[in-house]
């Protein structure tokens, strides 16, 4: 697995993810459907232009949040993390809308060894999402617990 271990996590590393994404109105809808979230603000086109100060429907947050932790995974935690611990901080300062394009980074923020398993250790990182103008639109902190090697 191309994951990383503990060992290779350094505290103050950005990665700058190369996996990209155009969210679009499938997306949204599935997403919300699947979540049994009846959220007009997601769904109802028409909502949104006549009764928001938006005009368009917002992509749900916790799509928003989902991804932005799944384009991080193959540069990070792929096949070398036990679990994820919790998450922390998680802001959506800029909605993302149907149609934008998102890219991410990652910062290790934090590490430390695990107090009660020896082949394992604590990563807090740091996400960010942009859209394609480079607007923050989310971010988060997330503990990941992470293998060490061998």
């Not at 499938?26 to 997601?42: A, E, I, R, V």
């Not at 009764?51 to 792929?78: A, Y």
């Not at 394009?101 to 960010?128: L, M, N, Q, Y």
Request: aromatic fraction near 8%.
């Amino acid at each position: 697995m191309p994951g990383l271990y503990y060992e290779d996590f350094t505290v103050g590393h950005i990665f700058t993810h190369s996996l990209t994404r155009t969210v679009t109105e499938m997306d949204n809808m599935l997403f919300s459907n699947m979540t049994l979230n009846p959220q007009p603000l997601h769904i109802d086109r028409h909502f949104c232009e006549t009764q928001t100060e938006w005009g368009q429907p917002l992509m749900n947050s916790l799509f928003t949040l989902g991804l932005m932790i799944g384009i991080s995974v193959n540069d990070t935690t792929v096949g070398t993390t036990i679990g994820n611990l919790g998450m922390t901080d998680v802001r959506f300062p800029h909605p993302l809308f149907q149609g934008d394009s998102i890219h991410c980074t990652t910062e290790v923020v934090a590490k430390r060894e695990s107090k009660s398993r020896p082949d394992a250790g604590i990563v807090e990182f740091e996400h960010k999402a942009f859209n394609q103008n480079d607007v923050l639109v989310a971010s988060c902190r997330r503990q990941a617990f992470m293998k060490k090697k061998g």
